[in-house]
């Protein structure tokens, strides 16, 4: 009979596995422009807010395609 670990312990497994089966992001090649602002940058995003701001965007055109 399990008890109050065990059970736990089998839940948190359980929910670790199913954050590893979601799908990976997908994320913009590096093109040493911002994604976003298309400024000269060594990373995807130039700062966070246009790294937020793509995703907003992203979200954005998702909901408009679900209706």
Known sequence: MADNADDASEMA???LAAELAKPKAILP???GHC???H???P???CDA???DDFERDKRRI???KRG
């Open 35 to 37: 994604f976003y602002c």
């Open 62 to 64: 998702l909901m408009r």
């Open 39 to 41: 400024t000269p940058t």
């Open 43 to 45: 990373e995807r995003f």
């Open 29 to 31: 090649p590096l093109t």
């Open 13 to 15: 497994e359980l929910h």
């Open 49 to 51: 807010d246009c790294r």
